[in-house]
């Protein structure tokens, strides 16, 4: 890392700057992190983010944990934790493995507090980046006549495609779980699942609203696209997605959702804008039917590493324009990764209906 310029990592409207002090093996591989504030001392930080309340013995700070988290600040042997505790001259209570709580940090002094909070903060942001996620925003695109169409293209790609490099039935999506994803979500306890339910019900009441009128979305899929650069090895063929109308109310309504959700800390911000897309074929799909990639391209260069690509060049040359059909967008879920409901959709904790 450039020490002239460190990672800035921005957390409730403040910014960060993260100094790595060491690479030494940590649960699960992971690198143990030192973080300071910036710029100056942490100790020297405003507390306008959270609240510091005045006790007989001191002072006192606490913070919405979830408990999948702990493990993070309390570090191998308790390291973590105790060196927090050392440099800041705080205490730190952590509530036992899998109660849920708040963490409490008390202290003589007020800078100690505030100095101990923002180093939590910032460890915890920093390793929640590194969970695999939960949840996802999406719009369901498994009505019948697209499931229909769907199974079409299959069986055609399948019989006039098969021979060439990599292609397989095995690479398909399942038709009862086409979609699109807006962006995903690590929800670690239903506190967060909730606050992610309420976030979805005021983006409803302050834009959608107004965007979809009250009414469903009148949304076209045709036409086939692949991810990565050479279309001899792909690794993800999706279905295009647009408004019938040719309006742009489908993209405006998913970028301001996603805004919306980065600006909350629920999710992390990946590219400038959503790409629209229904993935159709997935390599991820070979050893996994119910894989679900996350649009980061830290998870997609992993990942990709244990693929193996298909040829579809002939694909593209054959469907490229194909049509799978026109569905009513009426709804945006907030879908469990790996799970089903009744009908073979992904099952949902939340939703946003536009009616």
Not at 79 to 105: A, H, N
Not at 153 to 172: A, I, M, N, P, T
Not at 179 to 204: F, M, S, Y
């Amino acid at each position: 890392m450039d020490v002239l310029r460190p990672t800035l990592i921005r957390i409730g409207g403040r910014v960060y700057r993260k100094n790595l002090i060491q690479e030494q093996a940590y649960q699960h591989e992971e690198e143990e992190e030192d973080f300071c504030a910036g710029p100056g001392d942490c100790a020297d930080e405003p507390c306008d983010a959270f609240v510091v309340e005045e006790t007989e013995k001191g002072f006192q700070c606490r913070v919405e944990v979830p408990s999948p988290l702990y493990k993070y600040i309390i570090g191998k042997k308790g390291e973590t934790k105790k060196k927090l505790e050392t440099e800041t001259r705080t205490s730190i209570s952590i509530p036992k493995p899998g109660v849920e709580g708040e963490i409490v940090i008390t202290g003589q002094h007020r800078s100690g507090v505030i100095s101990a909070r923002t180093r939590i903060d910032v460890l915890l942001d920093s390793f929640r980046k590194k969970q695999p996620f939960t949840h996802f925003l999406s719009f369901a695109l498994n009505q019948p006549a697209i499931q229909e169409k769907f199974l079409q293209f299959k069986e055609e790609v399948l019989e006039k495609c098969s021979k060439d490099h990599g292609v397989s039935s095995s690479l398909f999506q399942n038709p009862a779980k086409l979609h699109l994803t807006l962006g995903t979500l690590v929800l670690l306890n239903e506190q967060e699942i909730q606050k992610a339910c309420d976030l979805l019900q005021r983006c409803k009441e302050d834009f959608v609203d107004q965007i979809a009128g009250g009414k469903p979305l009148t949304v076209e899929v045709a036409g086939v696209e692949y991810m990565n650069d050479d279309p001899a090895m792909m690794d993800v063929l999706y279905a295009k997605v647009h408004m019938k109308d040719g309006s742009d109310r489908l993209q405006v309504i998913a970028d301001q959702l996603v805004e919306r959700f980065v600006a909350s800390g629920l999710m992390l911000k990946e590219w400038d804008r959503v790409k629209l897309h229904a993935t159709v074929m997935n390599t991820l799909f070979r050893k996994d039917p119910s894989a679900e990639e996350r649009n980061n391209t830290m998870a997609g260069k992993s990942s990709f590493k244990e693929r193996e690509s298909f040829n579809g060049r002939n694909i593209l040359k054959l469907f490229e324009n194909f049509y799978f059909g026109e569905v009513q967008l009426d709804t945006v879920h907030l879908s469990q990764r790996f799970s089903s409901d009744a009908s073979g959709y992904y099952a949902t904790s939340g939703r946003l209906p536009f009616s």
